[in-house]
């Protein structure tokens, strides 16, 4: 069994910046590809960005210039810096993580999400 806890969302202004953070623990060997998705009110889930285990980059268009997706292989761990917040960003943060487990089983995995607002 592996869990993902994401923490770091909230209320925030339009122009501000939140981290999200997001640590996998449990019976896992490696970790392979890792990322944040969101789903805004009403809106189907989509990805925000991405990062491979060697640290290979991708983003949504939207998000591009303004977030950073980062990861800690030692600590299982990705995290989403969010920069210059717009109201469109208002939306549930779901972290995901391909994990190949201690049995050799690769299972993806999700955590059950983080909320942020923006708000004047």
């Known amino acids: 069994q592996v869990q993902l806890v994401e923490s770091g969302g909230g209320l925030v202004q339009p122009g501000g910046s939140l981290r999200l953070s997001c640590a996998a623990s449990?019976?896992?060997?490696?970790?392979?590809?890792m990322g944040w998705y969101r789903q805004p009110p009403g809106k189907q889930r989509e990805l925000v960005a991405s990062i491979t285990d060697g640290g290979s980059t991708n983003y949504a268009d939207s998000v591009k210039g303004r977030f950073t997706i980062s990861r800690d292989n030692a600590k299982n761990t990705v995290y989403l810096q969010m920069n210059s917040l717009k109201p469109e960003d208002t939306a549930v943060y779901y972290c995901n993580a391909e994990v190949v487990a201690t049995s050799g089983v690769t299972v993806s995995w999700w955590g059950r999400g983080t909320q942020v607002t923006l708000s004047s």
């Open positions: 449990g019976s896992i060997r490696r970790i392979n590809g």
